[in-house]
C-alpha cells in the first residue's frame, strides 16, 4: 500500500539532545498526526495537525504542518530515555471519500543513551 | 479505561486455523478500522466501518478475512484458512462523529505456525 516518506529510518542520541525527524508526501494531506510506538503496544497519538503552516507543542515535542500540506516535522527537545520507541507519521487524505483512512510512514527508530 | 480494547492481545495458531479479534471502540465514537502492521512497517488500512456499515475494503483483505461491526459497537476480525503470511499485529482504531482524530487500540498479534 501507499506509504509516506519517513526520515531518519532510525537515530541513535545522547540524552538531552534534540531530536528532528520528518515526512513527505507526494499527494497533499488535510491532516498529519504523529503517533509514538512502544514494542507490542499500538501507537499512541501525540500531536495532531489540521492546518497547514500549523506549529503545535505537546510539552518537549513540537510538530509542523508544512506549507504545502505534503510534508510535515516533528522535533523533540532535551530528549530523555523514555522517549526511546518508533515514531511515525500519518496523514489523511485531502478529499474524495477518502479522508477518513490513514497512510502511515514506516517510522523513526529512536535510541536514547543515557 | 476507555481507549480503544482488543482481544485476544496475542494469538498463536496453527496454518489452516481460523482466528477472530474482537475491538471494543472508544464510546460513542461511531467510525471503526482495522489497520495490520508487520515488523519494520508502518501501519496498512484494511477496513472501515461507519455504524455498521462497511463502507471500504482494501486489497489487502484478501477473501479469507471478514470483519463485521452487527450492532455499530464492538467489531470482529475473521480470518479463515490461516496462512504464515497473516502473522501481524492486527490494530483496531475508533474515531468520534465530528473528530479528525483517530485513535488506536494495543493490538492483537498474530503468529501462524
Known amino acids: 500500500g501507499q506509504q509516506l516518506n519517513q526520515s531518519p529510518q532510525s537515530m541513535f542520541i545522547q540524552e538531552g539532545e534534540d531530536v528532528s525527524m520528518n515526512c513527505t508526501s507526494s499527494?497533499?494531506?488535510?491532516?498529519w498526526l504523529w503517533y509514538k510506538q512502544d514494542p507490542g503496544e499500538g501507537p499512541v497519538l501525540l500531536i495532531a495537525?489540521?492546518?497547514?503552516?500549523e506549529l503545535t507543542s505537546n510539552g518537549r515535542l513540537t510538530a509542523q504542518f508544512g506549507i504545502t500540506r505534503k510534508d510535515s516535522f516533528l522535533n523533540i527537545s532535551a530528549s530523555i530515555p523514555s522517549d526511546v520507541g518508533i515514531y511515525f507519521c500519518?496523514?489523511?487524505?485531502?478529499?474524495?471519500?477518502?479522508?477518513?483512512?490513514?497512510?502511515f510512514g514506516k517510522g523513526t527508530l529512536l535510541t536514547v543513551n543515557p | 479505561d476507555t481507549g480503544v480494547s482488543q482481544d485476544p492481545r496475542h494469538k498463536i495458531t496453527k496454518r489452516g486455523q481460523n482466528v477472530t479479534f474482537r475491538c471494543d471502540p472508544i464510546?460513542?465514537?461511531?467510525?471503526l478500522y482495522w489497520y495490520r502492521q508487520t515488523l519494520g512497517q508502518g501501519p496498512e488500512f484494511l477496513t472501515y466501518?461507519?455504524?455498521?456499515?462497511?463502507?471500504?475494503k482494501s486489497r489487502l483483505l484478501s477473501d479469507r478475512f471478514s470483519a463485521e461491526r452487527p450492532k455499530g459497537s464492538f467489531s470482529t476480525l475473521e480470518i479463515q484458512r490461516t496462512e504464515q503470511g497473516d502473522s501481524a499485529m492486527y490494530l483496531c482504531?475508533?474515531?468520534?462523529?465530528?473528530?479528525?482524530?483517530?485513535?488506536f487500540g494495543e493490538g492483537s498479534w498474530l503468529t501462524v505456525v
Open positions: 482504531a475508533s474515531r468520534e462523529v465530528f473528530g479528525n482524530t483517530i485513535y
Open positions: 499527494s497533499i494531506f488535510n491532516t
Open positions: 495537525l489540521y492546518k497547514a503552516g
Open positions: 500519518a496523514g489523511q487524505p485531502n478529499s474524495g471519500g477518502s479522508n477518513y483512512k490513514l497512510t
Open positions: 464510546s460513542e465514537h461511531n467510525r
Open positions: 466501518f461507519q455504524n455498521e456499515a462497511q463502507l471500504e
